[in-house]
């Protein structure tokens, strides 16, 4: 399975913008991206995900290199709410999630 | 219903106990999932159900043993389970066939084993 590297911790303060990277140098072009995060004590919510083209939600924006072998997950306006750990996943053909690392994401007041 | 909804929240349970966790979906999904997560630690995957037929068993100890008596339902049986088998143990399901869609978590069971 393709790996993907992300910092392990971040920092934002409040109300400012969190670009927050993830390099996926051995992404196959039928692996979709991923991002999830966690909230402490619960499970891993779904953020976002794309293929080739910039996506864009209610929660984040997903910038994909055109290369895809990196890619972006921006939170336009960070809250104390936004401070989580973020996974970014690549999930192919098979049915599976394998997680990195992911970035803990620190949101100063 | 957009919900996976797991039970126990908590457990303990002794060594030599047997309990089950239990994992329920009503969003149609026939995939289901077992993960392990370790505090600060990313999510491990332990199996995979699809269309109530375990796909995946990656390599988990026998003491943990699946079951998915119909579409909407997963438990995880536990016996003789060790101290280093306390974790937080997520349920998640998806749609399998085709499509990019991700995943839907529960919040978990948080399990100490004593």
């Known amino acids: 399975d393709a790996k993907t590297t992300q910092p392990n911790s971040m920092e934002s303060n409040e109300e400012e913008p969190v670009h927050l990277p993830c390099n996926h140098s051995?992404?196959?072009?039928?692996?979709?991206i991923h991002w999830y995060r966690q909230l402490p004590s619960q499970g891993p919510e779904y953020v976002i995900h794309?293929?080739?083209s910039n996506v864009n939600n209610r929660m984040a924006s997903l910038a994909i290199a055109e290369d895809r072998k990196s890619s972006t997950l921006i939170l336009h306006r960070a809250t104390l709410r936004d401070a989580a750990v973020y996974y970014c996943?690549?999930?192919?053909?098979?049915?599976?999630?394998?997680f990195g690392t992911g970035t803990s994401l620190t949101v100063i007041p | 219903d957009t919900e996976v909804t797991q039970t126990p929240k908590h457990l303990v349970m002794g060594m030599t106990n047997k309990k089950s966790l239990k994992c329920e979906q009503h969003?149609?999904?026939?995939?289901m999932y077992w993960y392990k997560q370790k505090a600060k630690k990313p999510p491990e995957l332990m199996f995979v159900?699809?269309?109530?037929?375990?796909?995946i068993n990656e390599s988990v100890p026998s003491r943990f043993s699946p079951e998915c008596p119909n579409s909407s339902l997963l438990n995880l049986h536990l016996h003789a389970l060790q101290p280093e088998d306390s974790a937080l143990y997520l349920c998640?399901?998806?749609?399998?066939?085709?499509?990019?869609?991700?995943?839907?978590f529960g919040s978990g069971t948080r399990l100490t084993v004593v």
């Open positions: 998640a399901s998806r749609r399998p066939t085709g499509g990019s869609g991700g995943y839907t």
């Open positions: 051995t992404i196959s072009g039928t692996d979709y």
């Open positions: 794309g293929l080739t």
């Open positions: 996943i690549l999930r192919g053909t098979g049915n599976q999630f394998y």
């Open positions: 969003m149609g999904h026939r995939a």
């Open positions: 159900y699809s269309y109530e037929k375990l796909s």
